[in-house]
């Protein structure tokens, strides 16, 4: 996978590389989001060992590991010498690291926690031991381990690391770049479908259309992410079934826990527990008002999946797995698919428009915005809410996907919903409308051109 528009991440790689200093950098983050082509990238630059953690035995990870050391390390001899242990052999690496200004990079680390039981102990010491500049990189994709085993307060290695790094999904603008030659609309399609996941988007970019790729990565036993959700979900979890009603409610529109737990067939007293952990994953995401002056605390939480790909899987694969592997895909993305898509992009579209307003925010509305987020009561829903540092002026976005607008009727409604709202009472208000469509109207903002 190429490595794209990562610089930030890349750069902070870098500047550790060259601080002089012992530096045990973590990089976690779901998988398929860079993290191996970010490292190897890195790698490239210098002198490295770059160690993909097998799923094995503890024995046979020891025989890979030697062996790759006497590559990296251009020691023919070190082949013939024998490590009884990982101990003996990670001192070993240690040390010849510290000498040559080697780095040493072990990807999929939770994998080598699975087959070495008490390896992160086994790093501690050494670490801890450790007099000289050296540079050291642990990578996972097992969230669960990287959180409580490596960077958990009762972890061997808590305290220890130097950076740390979450990779997450692009934006859309972002991973556009895999898009390039592409309409406005399509890009946006194909980020609604294939969401912020560069390994999806750049497999997706390599087909005429969007029908094309929908059709050979998803819609498809065979294809290559067919079964994506299933691994990412029965690789962490004990109780994947669980799970994944709970994704298929969130994505038939379920938000609140009470219907979430009524519609997978759960009990109500144990939804949050999911919720939580699906957080922890970055699989599903909990929202409040930008209004509430304790999000934590506010009983006006939402929950959404947090992937566009695993919220068009769970919408529209999950369910008609059988229509699929029956030969009738075709049928199922003309007559279900297709002509819900307007519908489907309508959520897509206002995260959109939010990672807009928050990189253009100054061009846009003339000011620095400080909050950005949702409104919404029992009354009223509003798609983007934006603060200024001081509190002194918000302004109102519309986002609207529809091809046929009007814009006077959207910013007549606007002004009545936000009117309603008392916390922004005496506060400068502003209001606008986004959409793909192109208007004369001062308050009106076209996306995409």
Same mark, same amino acid.
């Given at each position: ?12 790689l870098?500047r ?26 890195f ?33 023919p ?11 003996e ?8 690291? $510290?000498?040559? *200004? %080697?780095? &040493? ?6 994998? +080598?926690?699975?087959?070495? =039981? ?6 501690q010491h050494?670490w801890?031991?450790?007099?000289k500049?050296?540079?050291? $990189?642990?990578? *996972? %994709?097992? &969230? ?5 085993r490596? +960077?958990?307060?009762?972890a =061997? ?14 934006t ?10 592409r309409?406005?609309?399509d890009?946006?399609? +194909? ?10 988007a ?12 929908v ?6 036993e ?12 029965r ?19 379920c938000?609140r826990?009470?219907?979430i737990a009524?519609d ?8 949050n ?8 994953m ?10 509430e ?24 694969v ?11 895909a ?8 297709l002509?819900d ?14 990672q ?29 809410v ?8 918000v302004a ?25 709202i ?16 192109a208007?004369?109207h ?7 051109r």
């Amino acid at each position: 996978m190429k490595l794209v528009n990562r610089e930030m991440e890349a750069a902070r790689l870098e500047r550790t590389a060259s601080s002089g200093t012992k530096e045990l950098v973590v990089l976690f983050g779901r998988r398929r989001l860079g993290k191996t082509t970010l490292l190897r990238n890195f790698a490239r630059k210098r002198p490295s060992l770059f160690f993909s953690c097998p799923i094995g035995t503890a024995s046979d990870a020891l025989r890979i590991f030697h062996s790759q050391m006497a590559d990296a390390f251009d020691q023919p001899l070190l082949r013939q010498t024998q490590f009884s242990n990982w101990h003996e052999c990670l001192s070993f690496a240690f040390e010849e690291s $510290a000498k040559s *200004g %080697s780095a &040493l990079i072990f990807d999929e680390f939770p994998y +080598l926690m699975r087959s070495v =039981p008490g390896i992160d102990s086994i790093f501690q010491h050494l670490w801890d031991n450790q007099t000289k500049p050296i540079w050291i $990189a642990l990578c *996972g %994709s097992l &969230l669960s381990v990287m959180q409580d085993r490596v +960077l958990g307060a009762r972890a =061997p290695l808590y305290g220890r690391r130097t950076e740390q790094m979450q990779l997450k999904p692009m934006t859309f603008g972002d991973v556009s770049q895999f898009y390039k030659k592409r309409s406005f609309q399509d890009k946006a399609n +194909l980020y609604a479908f294939f969401g912020g996941v560069p390994a999806y988007a750049e497999r997706a970019a390599k087909f005429a259309d969007l029908h094309a790729a929908v059709q050979n990565l998803v819609l498809n036993e065979d294809g290559v992410l067919y079964q994506e959700p299933e691994f990412l979900v029965r690789e962490e979890l004990r109780e994947p079934g669980t799970y994944f009603s709970i994704l298929h409610s969130l994505a038939s529109g379920c938000t609140r826990p009470n219907q979430i737990a009524q519609d997978a067939g759960i009990p109500h007293s144990g939804v949050n527990k999911y919720l939580d952990v699906l957080r922890r994953m970055q699989l599903a995401e909990r929202i409040v008002p930008l209004t509430e002056k304790k999000p934590e605390r506010s009983t006006k939480a939402l929950y959404v999946i947090a992937d566009h790909f695993l919220r068009f899987w769970f919408r529209y694969v999950y369910p008609n797995r059988s229509v699929i592997e029956s030969g009738s895909a075709n049928l199922l993305f003309s007559k279900k698919i297709l002509p819900d898509l307007d519908t489907f992009m309508g959520p897509v579209f206002e995260e959109m428009c939010r990672q807009e307003i928050r990189n253009k925010g100054v061009d846009l509305v003339g000011w620095q915005p400080f909050k950005i987020g949702r409104y919404w009561d029992s009354r009223v829903e509003i798609d983007v809410v934006v603060e200024d540092e001081p509190g002194q002026r918000v302004a109102f976005f519309e986002c609207k996907w529809s091809r046929k607008i009007h814009v006077e009727r959207i910013l007549y409604n606007l002004r009545k919903k936000a009117d309603s709202i008392a916390q922004y009472a005496g506060v400068q208000k502003e209001y606008y409308v986004m959409s793909r469509t192109a208007s004369k109207h001062p308050s009106h903002i076209r996306f995409g051109r």
